[in-house]
């Protein structure tokens, strides 16, 4: 009864280099979230996805940075021509499909997250 | 801007305590608010939550008080043990919405329980 899988758990790159940061789902489970979260911050949301399609990308930088959740294989949150300022730790989550009429109310669930450091 | 305002940021709490974290939100579409508990180099996991349609809720030794009206939450842990010491995280979310189950969390509050 795996929960939510998210590797590497810590990633190093310098300056200008791609991060790229997988996250598996619980199992059952057709919906991801990337969350971030810096020193001394809460979670501020980035993405949320199903199965091939981005529902809300609101949280986003404009540039950089992408998300996807394939019809196979885990869902990647892709980091271009990274920056100091990258450096966060970035949680996902998932959930089951809101149930009808319950709409945003129901629980997350977090794997344990990837830490990147950008030198 | 921070949707949802938490106070304190880190909390002193002896064995047997009560533990009192606050949170107060502006947007009052939200209608869904949990808390959840963070240890150090883990996920956040869910605590306790709550919806606006009830005053407060106790799980155990957990309990959120909600004030529809002034717009704000707590989470009070009683009889608190050194196993609570965490970082928690109070959220807020809006039910049917086009983004799921997308939490709006505040900044947290570190809870140390000394023995």
């Known amino acids: 009864n795996a929960g939510v899988m998210q590797n590497p758990r810590h990633l190093v790159r310098r300056r200008g280099q791609e991060a790229r940061l997988r996250c598996s789902p619980m199992k059952g489970h057709s919906h991801v979230y990337w969350y971030r979260q810096l020193p001394e911050e809460g979670l501020k949301f980035m993405v949320y996805l199903q199965k091939e399609n981005i529902i809300d990308e609101s949280g986003m930088p404009k540039e950089r940075f992408s998300a996807e959740f394939p019809k196979e294989g885990p869902s990647i949150l892709r980091i271009q021509q990274v920056v100091r300022g990258d450096s966060a730790a970035y949680f996902c989550?998932?959930?089951?499909?809101?149930?009808?009429?319950?709409?945003?109310?129901?629980?997350?669930?977090f794997g344990e997250g990837s830490r990147l450091t950008v030198l | 801007q921070q949707q949802v305002k938490q106070s304190p940021q880190s909390l002193i709490v002896q064995k047997g305590g009560i533990s009192i974290i606050n949170c107060a939100y502006e947007?009052?579409?939200?209608?869904?608010f949990p808390w959840y508990q963070q240890f150090p180099g883990k996920g956040p996991a869910l605590l306790i939550a709550?919806?606006?349609?009830?005053s407060e809720k106790k799980e155990g030794r957990f309990t959120i008080s909600f004030n529809k009206s002034a717009k704000q939450f707590s989470l009070h842990i009683m009889d608190s043990q050194p196993g609570d010491s965490a970082t928690y995280f109070c959220a807020a979310s809006i039910g049917r919405s086009n983004s799921g189950y997308a939490l709006n969390f505040g900044k947290g509050t570190s809870l140390l329980v000394t023995p």
């Open positions: 989550a998932s959930s089951p499909p809101p149930l009808p009429g319950q709409g945003g109310t129901g629980e997350l669930f």
């Open positions: 709550i919806r606006p349609d009830v």
């Open positions: 947007n009052t579409a939200f209608d869904y």
